[in-house]
């Protein structure tokens, strides 16, 4: 059992470039999470999902996009990298969204 | 939107020690999580608590969720090196809504 599964683990960019962050689960859960992780400010959110075809904005949802056609799936598009999105980034997905996250291990991405 | 205020920051404590942290909210939250974040890695659940003034174990690990549902705290006993990471508590205010994260504690243990 994979669980959450995030590609790619590292990614430099350029300034202006686009990217994919991939995340897919394989528990069959309904809700999916994308958090950042900025050093000493903790999580914050930027978009999630309660099931496929819904998509909700987070605490920080400038910059980016994201889409949920399948259940298992949930990618986050930047469109044009600017070095304040540097930053890891984490897929979460839940059962219900009432119990703990499932995390998956991180997107290290730095836009220079 | 909400915050939560974890203290300390980090900490610095020797193996065998006792550690303490906890998370406090301007608002009411309806659950209380703890998380673990190792060096590289997610974050990986710790303990869950859904009732006010719930106390709950696991392991070497005690956490409360507080009376007034603004406040938990955190526990870990006779601390041990693989207890380094970052602590993070979260706040949820109903099944629908998604978790609030504290800013993490960094927890450093000398041997």
């Known amino acids: 059992n994979a669980g959450v599964t995030q590609t790619p683990k590292f990614r430099i960019l350029k300034i202006g470039q686009s990217m994919t962050l991939q995340c897919t689960q394989d528990?069959?859960?309904?809700?999916m999470y994308w958090y950042r992780q900025d050093p000493g400010m903790g999580l914050k959110l930027i978009y999630y999902?309660?099931?496929?075809?819904?998509?909700d904005k987070g605490e920080v949802p400038n910059g980016y996009n994201v889409s949920r056609s399948t259940t298992e799936d949930f990618p986050l598009r930047l469109e044009l990298a600017a070095p304040s999105q540097t930053s890891v980034y984490f897929c979460?997905?839940?059962?219900?969204?009432?119990?703990?996250?499932?995390f998956g291990s991180g997107t290290r991405l730095t836009v220079v | 939107g909400q915050q939560l205020n974890q203290s300390p920051q980090s900490m610095f404590i020797q193996e065998g020690e006792d550690v303490s942290m906890n998370c406090t909210s301007s608002?009411?939250?309806?659950?209380w999580l703890w998380y673990k974040q190792d060096p590289g890695e997610g974050p990986v659940l710790l303990i869950a608590?859904?009732?006010?003034?719930e106390l709950t174990s696991n392991g070497r690990l005690t956490a409360q969720f507080g009376i007034t549902r603004k406040d938990s705290f955190l526990n870990i006993s006779a601390s041990i090196p693989s207890d380094v990471g970052i602590y993070f508590c979260?706040?949820?205010?109903?099944?629908?809504?998604?978790?609030?994260f504290g800013k993490g504690t960094r927890l450093s243990v000398i041997a």
């Open positions: 979460a997905s839940s059962w219900t969204g009432a119990y703990g996250y499932t």
């Open positions: 528990m069959n859960h309904n809700y």
């Open positions: 999902s309660v099931g496929a075809g819904i998509t």
């Open positions: 608002s009411i939250f309806n659950t």
């Open positions: 608590l859904y009732k006010a003034g």
């Open positions: 979260a706040g949820q205010n109903s099944g629908n809504t998604p978790l609030v």
